[in-house]
């Protein structure tokens, strides 16, 4: 089994530690602490279940000693594809308490991405929800399963049939190994997918921990604060920034809500007093235009969190209006640096910008093609380093070489430009990746897919200006023998066992792709010309 690590330079290790980054903290010992502090608070609610501290604690010794009695043993690695419900925070701490290393997969993953999480990370566990959205997950655990025999354990919260049930896990205090130690990794995030399937991030315990506790100072969370989970919460973004880890460490409640639309969530900010939650720009549309019409009281909503992709300033401007809420703006990266417009910044810098960066030693470089910083002001690529941005991906030699530079940045993919109080504005993508609602989608993915297809010759996909989504996919075919239909197309994309979220939004036939005078372009060039040509013909439609 390959070893996990993320490592950084011996010096700017000592310098985290030295300005109080990193403070020796784990995610055992956290909840350990706030479980002996306030063991009657309420930590989360979801559905029927309200679990204290005290409770959430003992549900994660629980399925600690579950999972280490299956067979399980610290340092494995289980995948857990779990939705918004409590039971996600006790499997999640109860690998941490077991020693095991979660691996965060989305409830819209299938076959395909899990089957690519299991074999990257070498997982010898998954843990899956019986159903959700219709979807049965116990189906998906058989055949990713006999795809990946080396997957020994399955667990299913709920009804597990023929697998092993989480509900019939029981206490053992003297199974659970040692605290690990705060420089071990944590748990391994899954990165956008800017090329093929997502990438497997290592987070350590003392850089995420950073990271949240940081996230939950700026952005005002204590005892009082109702934090609800509205998006994914496997995503980075829901569970640090500051999310429900944040929540966790703050001795917040934590409102697990199972749907973002505005009717549920409208339902539980109002029966739970919430004050903070977190949208991707459509949805946050979408709060807006049904919250004139809501017979909900939102009144406790103090702050409205928007990331994921850029929220355009003309409805950034609405948010307090119409919510009568904080607009918080957040930009970040599972990756590590995350930006935030603060609470009591000008409405102007609210509104406008994507925020500034967590910690005063986060490194930002913006520069060109060349790699040379550019004018003050300008727009460019950014490149970060810092006390929770990682310098390495694992188990990925090739992406490793092509994301980091020889002096440890990060090149985000972003292109950004710096205002001068120092707030990021970001301007859109350097590289061929989708931003679908805050998805971060693979052109080249989707075109492997697509050219699979007997009826495709070839295939390019490429991101389009969306007033909703932010961007959507619109995949060129150029077709092999009869045109298929565009719908039969999108049809076949879903029998490849792929995220829905793949699936082109759009489809365009062609006779041909241009190339140079020699017959080459690269994919990035051609991906570049069509889109611009859509954009072309879409401006002589208006």
Not at 5 to 10: A, G, K, L, M, Y
Not at 499 to 511: G, N, S, Y
Request: aromatic fraction near 8%; proline fraction near 7%.
């Amino acid at each position: 089994m390959m070893p996990i690590r993320q490592t950084w330079p011996e010096e700017l290790a000592r310098l985290y530690r030295e300005k109080g980054y990193w403070r020796g903290e784990t995610f055992p010992r956290m909840l350990r602490e706030r479980a002996a502090a306030f063991p009657d608070r309420i930590a989360v609610v979801g559905g029927e279940e309200r679990w204290s501290y005290g409770e959430l604690h003992l549900r994660a010794e629980t399925a600690a000693a579950g999972f280490l009695k299956l067979g399980l043993k610290p340092g494995e690695r289980v995948i857990v594809q779990i939705g918004n419900r409590p039971e996600f925070l006790s499997v999640v701490f109860g690998l941490f308490y077991a020693g095991l290393i979660p691996v965060y997969a989305l409830p819209a993953h299938r076959r395909t991405e899990i089957a690519h999480f299991a074999r990257k990370a070498e997982a010898a566990g998954y843990v899956v929800a019986d159903k959700g959205d219709g979807f049965d997950y116990r189906v998906l655990a058989r055949e990713v399963n006999a795809e990946v025999p080396e997957l020994r354990h399955v667990v299913v919260v709920g009804e597990a049939e023929e697998f092993a049930r989480f509900e019939d896990f029981a206490p053992d205090p003297s199974l659970l190994p040692g605290n690990p130690s705060p420089s071990d990794v944590a748990f391994l995030q899954i990165s956008g997918g800017s090329t093929g399937l997502s990438k497997l991030i290592p987070r350590t315990h003392d850089d995420y921990i950073y990271s949240f506790r940081a996230s939950a100072e700026i952005c005002g969370l204590d005892a009082d604060s109702v934090y609800m989970t509205a998006l994914p919460v496997a995503h980075n973004f829901p569970m640090s920034s500051p999310g429900v880890f944040g929540a966790l460490h703050a001795g917040s409640c934590i409102v697990m809500c199972p749907s973002p639309n505005a009717q549920t969530a409208f339902a539980l900010i109002e029966k739970e007093k919430v004050t903070i939650t977190g949208l991707v720009p459509p949805l946050a549309l979408l709060w807006m235009q049904a919250a004139p019409k809501t017979k909900h009281d939102l009144s406790s909503l103090k702050v409205l969190q928007v990331g994921g992709a850029k929220f355009m300033p003309e409805a950034a401007r609405r948010v307090r209006p119409t919510l009568g809420c904080t607009l918080q703006q957040v930009f970040g990266m599972a990756e590590g640096l995350v930006n935030y417009t603060h609470l009591d910044d000008p409405e102007d810098i609210i509104v406008e910008t994507q925020g500034r960066p967590i910690s005063p030693d986060d490194e930002v470089l913006i520069v060109d093609d060349e790699g040379k910083p550019v004018a003050e002001g300008e727009s460019g690529n950014l490149l970060t380093r810092g006390p929770y941005t990682i310098r390495t991906y694992h188990n990925e030699l090739a992406a490793n070489e092509r994301s980091f530079t020889q002096d440890g940045f990060y090149r985000t993919g972003d292109v950004v430009r710096r205002t001068r109080e120092g707030y990021l504005v970001v301007q859109g993508r350097a590289t061929d990746h989708i931003n679908r609602a805050g998805e971060k989608v693979s052109a080249e993915e989707i075109e492997d897919h697509l050219l699979a297809h007997p009826q495709v010759f070839d295939a390019a996909v490429v991101s389009i200006p969306d007033p909703f989504l932010g961007e959507r996919s619109c995949a060129f075919i150029i077709p092999q023998g009869e045109v298929p239909k565009a719908a039969a197309i999108k049809a076949w994309m879903r029998t490849r066992n792929v995220a829905e979220f793949k699936v082109p939004d759009q489809i365009r036939f062609v006779e041909r792709f241009e190339t140079t005078a020699v017959g080459k372009i690269s994919r990035k060039e051609l991906r570049a010309q069509l889109r611009q040509a859509f954009l072309d013909a879409e401006a002589v439609k208006e």
